[in-house]
């Protein structure tokens, strides 16, 4: 964001748990404001309403003001400031944003979060972000009107389907020359095309649709008509086209022109054109267009000599919107005010759930964007999976009556280590009838920040009848406790409402405190906020306490869908319960773990998310966590991440300088092998051999999955891996897929490969695929290679011309000698066969990934097509086709091909 758009009037203050603007010194009362010059008068409404709108538009906060006249006694804020903000909120609902209290000698104003209304066939009825002016305006009558706010949705939806529709017709050229024709059909086009008027003439024609008439002003002519065209240009361009007469009379439609003496015309033709290039607009074709107009100046004569100029402007419609100057509307970032740019304004006004056509069989909406917070991205979870209303009342049920300590295993091992603790914590839960307390070791650390030293644990209260309260608890005094906790609330805050679309009014108080057992009394740090907030911003009932808690169960449990990268646009997915818990685990006690995980089940989500918690439990950096994985496609995948550094099992091997190393996750261990060394013992003497600093390893495998026929890879036996975990929750394919995982995974059971040890079958046992995911599995034989490519690229084709990308489909073989042997035939097919069916659907067949099964692990597509051939042993043979079927999420094609 350029300084400029930054408002250094306006003070973002760090000190509290909400975002606090501090605007200076106001002043306040009716009369007192009336005795107010009018310059002072509009810099503090101005200072107020950008204070308002950031916030709206920034997840709600204060507003802090200095009262500028000393009142001790109550004041009201003035109606002129009043009446500033129904600018921004419609006065029926001003109480539900706004609400104002006088504390000593600051007046402070609350805002709550904005959220647009429900959303209709035309879109939101009101608009997903707060301003003050769209500063797009369109012509009505004779009229050119700033747009309603509650208008722009359908207006920009319009612009951009009209643009994406033009774009597909043949001939741009014949389009600009249907609208001339339009405009020659217009009484103002024969004027337009005269060198000269009569002065005094009477023009033929009144203002209209398409016609404006102006005055020239007396003084500085060319910075007159450079400050009243945007508006005309804007209004036109987005409406139907028209002319703007400058020097016409609008009531006689008498030709007065400006006197020749008193105007430079090259110079009113530059500063007119200059203006019009200027004005902002945000393009929705591909073209880049510009605003399409076209300046004459026409002479006035008088008695057959030149008089002066008549300035006229004829304007085409654009298909792109056309602003008459920047919207203003404004949020905050970081520790600035800034005023949105255009772009970024037209992409929040229209910010709608995605179209996720492809996959919408796949998902199920957790949480729309509709009547939410503007910074909201939408929810959604795989079909079959629990929602979030379910997972609270898992996580975090709110008791009938009482208060609860939940999860009650931390509950009881803090109170076991801690002395003094428990009586603490009952002495601040105990005015409280009813609600949760919610521990963690690091609250901070659950919010992606960095844990702190010397703090035992933070509990989250949430109660009938108070604000939400965040306690830290620490070992010993700390003069750093207070602004951690103070961070750690205000990032739980935005969070609540900005991730978890909580809609509510709402607080997070703080209160840091440390067991005393010395006195058998509690010590006090103090409170983070000074500001006491209004009774609106308690949680008055169960419903407003499970609501925040649905928001919370959100913020814990989402991570960035990969479809976020297919799209384009940022999703959010939900975690299950098993993979939560295992990434709620206590690293510190957890330092070597093994998670073996069905296919489909989660393990590579689980592992970045675990090294984000890494990095943020031991405050290290990305290059000191290593993750290693077999091949180079997972190894690339988790490198564009950057969260770690990211290597081959090969790589790993052959790497001398591991000093920086502290962390190791592996991930598709069952795939490695000794051929380089010992792997294993390796990883565990970088992260478990320092005595003063033990770090994390965790390894990620499935052995159903096992590539290759050897016995020994590396990995302690079954039943020397000590600490172990299971995922068994199979969330990523399609209802034909998972049955076909299922039968395949009973024919491994019966027979299992010399290479799986028959312990590790167990796990195959409780396996659980979630239900309800439409989608394909086919089998098909074949007697040559050549009729099953042949299959492959007409589905491709078909898959292609349905909407799906390249990058949705993945075709496998089983050996990677068959990739190198059949990739470029394959490419030049697709090639070949789009060019002959004349097909422009920008397919790009070096983008359809052609890979060996084994080099694809641990990664999926939403195509795939397996090629194996049906030979050797029954057991491998199943292995492979587990395997194969597992990187399928909806469409799965089996192709065997008869040695």
């Not at 002129?80 to 000593?104: C, M, N, W, Y």
């Amino acid at each position: 964001m350029n300084m400029e758009n930054r408002n250094s009037s306006l003070v973002v203050k760090l000190s509290y748990p909400d975002l606090v603007i501090d605007v200076g010194q106001i002043t306040l009362g009716e009369g007192n404001r009336n005795k107010l010059q009018k310059t002072q008068r509009e810099q503090e409404k101005n200072k107020i309403i950008q204070a308002a709108c950031a916030l709206l538009n920034s997840g709600g906060g204060v507003i802090q003001m200095a009262m500028a006249n000393n009142h001790q006694h109550p004041v009201e804020m003035g109606q002129d400031l009043e009446e500033h903000l129904r600018k921004l909120i419609p006065s029926s609902v001003l109480q539900a944003f706004f609400e104002t209290k006088q504390q000593g000698m600051y007046f402070y104003i609350f805002v709550k979060s904005w959220s647009s209304d429900p959303v209709s066939e035309d879109g939101p009825t009101n608009p997903r972000i707060c301003s003050l002016s769209s500063s797009l305006c369109h012509r009505s009558g004779t009229s050119a009107i700033l747009m309603d706010l509650r208008d722009v949705f359908k207006f920009l939806k319009t612009k951009k389907s009209n643009a994406k529709t033009l774009e597909e017709e043949p001939s741009c050229k014949g389009r600009k020359a249907e609208h001339r024709q339009l405009h020659n059909l217009n009484p103002a086009s024969l004027i337009f095309q005269k060198d000269q008027l009569e002065y005094g003439e009477i023009l033929p024609f009144p203002e209209s649709q398409h016609v404006e008439f102006k005055q020239f002003s007396t003084k500085r002519i060319p910075e007159y008509v450079k400050n009243i065209i945007p508006k005309y240009i804007s209004a036109f361009a987005n409406t139907e086209g028209g002319y703007i007469f400058i020097g016409v009379d609008d009531k006689t439609k008498e030709v007065l022109g400006c006197a020749k003496e008193n105007v430079d015309i090259d110079l009113l033709k530059k500063k007119t054109e200059d203006a019009i290039h200027k004005l902002p607009r945000v393009h929705f074709c591909q073209s880049q267009c510009q605003i399409d107009f076209t300046l004459k100046i026409l002479d006035v004569v008088a008695n057959g000599e030149l008089y002066g100029y008549v300035c006229v402007i004829r304007v085409e419609p654009s298909c792109c919107p056309v602003f008459s100057e920047v919207p203003e509307s404004w949020m905050v970032k970081g520790e600035n005010i800034c005023s949105l740019t255009t772009e970024e304004w037209v992409g929040m006004m229209m910010d709608t759930d995605p179209d996720l056509q492809s996959f919408s069989k796949d998902f199920e909406s957790q949480l729309s964007l509709c009547s939410r917070p503007p910074l909201t991205r939408p929810v959604y979870s795989k079909k079959g999976l629990e929602h979030k209303e379910t997972l609270q009342q898992h996580l975090f049920s709110v008791p009938l009556e009482g208060l609860h300590c939940t999860p009650e295993s931390l509950w009881k091992e803090l109170t076991s280590e801690h002395e003094g603790l428990e009586e603490l914590i009952h002495k601040q839960i105990h005015p409280f009838s009813r609600g949760l307390l919610i521990l963690s070791r690091s609250w901070a650390v659950d919010l992606n920040l960095q844990e702190k030293q010397g703090v035992i644990c933070d509990a989250l209260l949430v109660a009938q009848n108070s604000p939400p309260m965040l306690y830290t608890i620490l070992e010993k005094q700390d003069a750093d406790g207070q602004l951690y906790c103070t961070r750690t609330a205000f990032t739980l805050k935005q969070k609540l409402v900005n991730t978890g679309s909580y809609t509510g009014k709402l607080c997070v108080m703080t209160r840091v405190l440390h067991p005393s057992p010395e006195s058998n009394t509690e010590s006090f740090e103090g409170s983070g906020s000074l500001i006491d907030y209004p009774e609106s911003y308690y949680l008055v009932d169960i419903q407003q306490m499970e609501a925040l808690l649905q928001s919370l169960v959100i913020v814990l449990l989402s991570f960035r869908s990969f479809l976020s990268d297919q799209l384009g646009y940022e999703i959010l997915n939900l975690l299950t319960m098993q993979q939560y818990e295992i990434l709620s685990k206590n690293l510190r006690k957890n330092r070597e773990l093994f998670i073996h995980g069905l296919p489909g089940s989660g393990k590579t989500i689980i592992a970045m998310m675990i090294m984000n918690k890494i990095k943020n439990n031991f405050g290290c950096e990305e290059n000191e966590i290593l993750y290693v994985c077999e091949n180079q496609l997972l190894k690339d995948f988790i490198s564009k991440k950057n969260i770690c550094h990211a290597v081959t099992r090969k790589t790993f091997m052959r790497m001398l300088d591991v000093k920086k190393i502290q962390h190791i996750i592996i991930d598709e261990a069952q795939n490695f092998c000794r051929d380089d060394g010992n792997w294993y013992e390796k990883a565990r003497f970088i992260t478990q051999g320092r005595k003063d600093c033990r770090g994390i390893l965790w390894i990620f495998l499935d052995y159903s999955q096992t590539c290759h026929m050897v016995r020994d890879n590396g990995l302690p036996s079954i039943s020397a891996q000590n600490s172990r975990e299971e995922l068994t929750k199979v969330v990523r394919n399609a209802d034909p897929i998972a049955y076909y995982l299922e039968t395949t995974v009973k024919c491994i059971y019966a027979m299992p490969p010399p290479n799986i040890p028959p312990e590790s079958l167990d796990v195959l046992h409780e396996a659980k695929c979630v239900q309800g995911v439409p989608g394909n599995c086919k089998i098909k034989l074949y007697s040559n290679m050549s009729e099953l490519m042949t299959y492959v690229i007409e589905k491709c084709l078909f898959f292609l011309r349905g909407g799906y990308s390249p990058e949705d489909i993945a075709v496998l073989f089983s050996k990677t000698k068959e990739v190198e042997k059949y990739k470029c035939p394959f490419q030049k097919a697709m090639k070949k066969r789009r060019m002959s069916q004349n097909n422009d659907t920008s397919i790009s067949a070096s983008h359809i990934l052609l890979d060996s099964v084994r080099r694809f692990s641990g990664l999926e597509r939403n195509i795939v097509f397996g090629v194996i051939r049906r030979q050797g042993l029954l057991p491998k043979f199943n292995s492979l086709r587990l395997r194969l079927a597992s990187r399928a999420r909806t469409h799965l094609y089996i192709l065997m091909l008869h040695c």
